[in-house]
């Protein structure tokens, strides 16, 4: 499974025993997979300072979730022909030791491996200095996602526009890249050339009265020049005078005049804006995909730094002063298994607040003073990571 269990107990005896049989119980049943998170001691300030800093960092939890997964949805995007490689692409910095550093690993390890990054994040630092830091970062890394994403969609969208014209039937698409200057009569005062989209059960009709349809009608002159799936696209050469004499007799006969007048200056701005297009598409790829790939490793770090704080926190907050508290990492080993590791937890944590275990079992007992639904508070500090972000 991608999904992570970030809790935390107070750091005395009897708390530590109780991690200990936590251990052992979701080892021995085989419900989790668990290790320390090592969290750093911060400079706490005031109970007030932390309370705000709580809801802070709840909105910025959020946020920097909302961001990563839509920076791996624009990697899906960028990636369209290789949509099989993308996770390879949502990688994370290898870590603090100077071996790691230069290496990318799956998110999974990095979250079971996690450390502190003490030179990107000082610990001795106020902590909300930190978390302004971290705030500033992810800032800075969605605005420019967003003018990133916004050229290479626009650009995206251009090229997609021009392909579509060269999709579709006979009726609708463009025909730039079927006719050539030699189908035409051109630079004629008297003359010009018409296309006419006849149906496939119709080409001997056709062959045998389009010199009829109209007086002036040059003989001989049609030529089949291109054919999809309902019909074919026929030149046909007259006098300009009879124009929409012709038109009109050839729509009664089920004959379709496509309105198109060979332009070459137009012809070749078009051929030229597609293969610009093209070439500034896969100029804009690879720069942007290494974009995509350095910062989402970039935010991702961060968002796991916020867990962390949002951890250290709540801790303080839940079990007080002096700071003294466990932080354990469970990965549960399947979605089956997360109702009886939560009983788990429940039973052995219940002493931290009896009260709180008592209203899981019972969602009809409110918790004085708490305005988080039931479902959202336990005995025991918790948070959620799910690495699913292509879900």
């Not at 978390?131 to 992810?138: I, P, R, W």
């Not at 605005?143 to 650009?155: E, G, I, Q």
Request: overall charge neutral; glycine content about 4%.
């Amino acid at each position: 499974m991608s999904e992570f269990w970030l809790i935390s107990a107070p750091g005395d005896k009897e708390n530590l025993q109780a991690l200990e049989r936590m251990n052992t119980v979701t080892s021995k049943s085989n419900l989790s997979y668990n290790t320390k998170f090592t969290i750093p001691d911060f400079k706490v300030g005031t109970l007030d300072s932390l309370v705000g800093l709580s809801d802070e960092l709840a909105k910025l939890d959020i946020f920097a979730e909302s961001l990563i997964r839509r920076m791996a949805q624009s990697v899906v995007e960028v990636m369209e022909d290789a949509k099989g490689k993308v996770q390879e692409n949502l990688l994370a910095n290898g870590g603090l030791k100077e071996k790691m550093k230069c290496l990318k690993i799956d998110l999974t390890s990095f979250v079971t491996r996690f450390e502190w990054d003490m030179a990107k994040y000082p610990a001795k630092q106020p902590l909300v200095s930190v978390v302004d830091t971290l705030a500033k970062q992810l800032a800075q890394i969605e605005t420019d996602l967003k003018s990133r994403t916004a050229a290479y969609n626009t650009l995206k969208t251009n090229l997609e526009n021009l392909e579509k014209k060269s999709m579709g039937n006979l009726f609708t698409r463009t025909l730039s890249d079927i006719v050539s200057k030699e189908d035409f009569v051109l630079d004629s005062e008297y003359l010009i050339t018409l296309l006419v989209i006849v149906p496939k059960p119709s080409y001997v009709q056709w062959q045998k009265t389009y010199e009829s349809l109209s007086d002036m009608v040059v003989p001989r002159s049609t030529k089949l020049i291109a054919e999809d799936k309902e019909g074919g696209l026929f030149t046909v050469t007259l006098f300009r005078k009879v124009i929409d004499d012709f038109k009109t007799k050839a729509k009664e006969n089920k004959f379709m005049v496509r309105e198109f007048y060979y332009d070459e200056k137009e012809i070749k701005r078009e051929r030229e804006e597609m293969t610009r297009l093209l070439s500034d598409k896969k100029q804009q790829y690879g720069p942007l995909l290494r974009w995509l790939k350095v910062n989402f490793s970039e935010a991702f770090i961060a968002w796991i730094h916020i867990k962390a704080l949002r951890v250290f926190v709540e801790s303080v907050l839940r079990y007080g002063l002096p700071v003294n508290f466990q932080a354990v990492l469970l990965r549960p080993h399947k979605k089956s298994c997360t109702k009886r590791l939560r009983e788990v937890l429940n039973s052995v944590f219940r002493h931290l607040d009896e009260v709180a275990a008592a209203s899981i079992l019972d969602a009809s007992v409110e918790i004085p003073g708490l305005q988080l639904s039931n479902q959202d508070y336990f005995p025991y500090v918790y948070f959620h990571i799910d690495l699913s972000l292509l879900d």
